[in-house]
């Protein structure tokens, strides 16, 4: 499994993690990289003005992931999302584009650290106009989603 990060202005931290994503797994992550995260988040977000967007994954949903936010919300202004919210997830989106790069990639990747290597190189050669046009595309997700009243939209 792949966890990353990205802003507007650049792409954070990505971690390859072997193991199903569990909230203890996760929070682990989150306890590891906190020492490059935080620094990631003021160096985007210098004004304090980041917000951190999970998915609705029940991982990111357990009690002692929300309780570690919840300790730490001088350093990150965690999303609320609402049940039925998966579709304002943009980062859904960069792993669909890093999924159908692989695929196209030949031969085949012939073992776990050859697939680990192609999904670091595509993810630290994404375009910076990529991102940019999938964050600038929050808030129209936002009022889609509303529009709907939590139902299925096109994102």
């Known amino acids: 499994m792949l966890w990353g990060t990205f ?21 682990l992550i989150l306890n590891i990289n906190a020492d490059q ?3 990631y988040m003021a160096s985007v977000f210098p004004t304090g003005n980041g917000i951190f967007q999970q998915d ?14 919840e ?19 943009p980062m859904k989106h960069i792993w669909d584009v890093m999924e159908r790069q ?7 990747c012939p073992n776990i650290w050859t697939l680990r290597d192609r999904c670091l190189d595509i993810w630290y050669n994404l375009s910076l106009v ?4 999938l964050v600038a595309s929050v808030p129209r997700r936002v009022a889609v989603v509303l529009k ?3 139902g299925a939209t096109r994102y």
Not at 16 to 26: F, R
Not at 71 to 89: A, F, G, I, K, Q
């Open 102 to 108: 692989l695929r196209a990639q030949t031969p085949p």
């Open 7 to 27: 802003s507007w202005a650049a792409l954070g931290t990505v971690v390859v993690e072997k193991q199903t994503m569990k909230a203890a797994n996760y929070l």
């Open 130 to 133: 990529m991102y940019q046009i």
């Open 37 to 39: 995260l935080h620094p």
């Open 56 to 69: 609705i994954s029940p991982c990111h949903k357990a009690r002692i992931v929300l309780e570690w936010f």
């Open 71 to 89: 300790e730490h919300t001088d350093e990150y202004h965690l999303m609320s999302w609402s049940p039925n919210s998966l579709d304002l997830n």
């Open 148 to 150: 709907a009243k939590g």
